[in-house]
Nanobody
């Protein structure tokens, strides 16, 4: 089994910054794509940013230029640096990882989420 544990959420004023972390552990052979999603109350979960095992990145248009996704493969950890946060970005932020385990089985895993609240 694989576990993803997020941290770094909290309350910040509009225009402020937060850095989220997500550490993967368990029966990991290799982690392929890692990503951050968010889900606001009453809305569908949406992709915020994605990073491949080689470091290629992809962002939602709404966060380009303000958010940066990165990863530390040695620590099986993905980060999301969020700058210039807006009140409408208040949401639960969820880590997702595509993991191949030691039995060569690949599956997608989710963390439990971390709450980000942006005050106006």
């Amino acid at each position: 089994q694989v576990q993803l544990v997020e941290s770094g959420g909290g309350l910040v004023q509009a225009g402020g910054s937060l850095r989220l972390s997500c550490a993967a552990s368990g029966s990991i052979f290799v982690i392929n794509n890692m990503a951050w999603y968010r889900q606001a109350p009453g809305r569908q979960r949406e992709l915020v940013a994605r990073i491949s095992s080689g470091g290629s990145t992809d962002y939602a248009d709404s966060v380009k230029g303000r958010f940066t996704i990165s990863r530390d493969n040695a620590k099986n950890t993905v980060y999301l640096q969020m700058n210039s946060l807006k009140p409408e970005e208040r949401a639960g932020y969820y880590c997702n990882a595509l993991v191949r385990n030691i039995l060569a089985v690949t599956g997608g895993y989710w963390g439990q989420g971390t709450q980000v609240t942006v005050s106006s």
